[in-house]
């Protein structure tokens, strides 16, 4: 059951930057812990980063740090993955997670998930 949207996936040119949204039904993600998974074409699903009041932000995957972060905004009850000088290799089905009471402890436990959305990143 899909319980969070995610969007802003499409094609990009590699060095290029894109923003993605997970909006959540109904509740702000302030209190919450928010993790961004990604699984590459015919590879299994990694975590990318994750973020919560009391972790602030823990990347994941080496490959994204110094151009991966995130924001939010709370009146949209709206969570961003913005992602800068993109590679090709950066192409997949990325998702976002979250839970009010887990942390970003690895392996972390979320309960709410995203459908996914496509990310596609060309050389």
């Known amino acids: 059951e899909v319980q969070l949207v995610e969007s802003g996936g499409g094609l990009v040119q590699a060095g290029g930057s894109l923003r993605l949204s997970c909006t959540a039904p109904?509740?702000?993600?302030?209190?919450?812990?928010v993790a961004w998974f990604r699984q590459a074409p015919g590879k299994g699903r990694e975590g990318v980063l994750c973020?919560?009041?009391?972790?602030?932000?823990?990347y994941y995957s080496d490959d994204v740090k110094d151009r991966f972060t995130v924001s939010r905004d709370n009146g949209k009850m709206t969570t961003y993955l913005e992602m800068n000088d993109l590679r090709p290799e950066d192409t997949a089905v990325y998702y976002c997670?979250?839970?009010?009471?887990?942390?970003?402890?690895?392996?972390?436990?979320?309960?709410?998930w995203g459908q996914g959305t496509k990310v596609t990143v060309s050389s």
């Open positions: 109904d509740f702000t993600f302030d209190d919450y812990a």
């Open positions: 997670a979250a839970d009010r009471f887990s942390g970003c402890g690895w392996p972390p436990n979320m309960f709410y």
């Open positions: 973020t919560s009041r009391n972790d602030g932000l823990r």
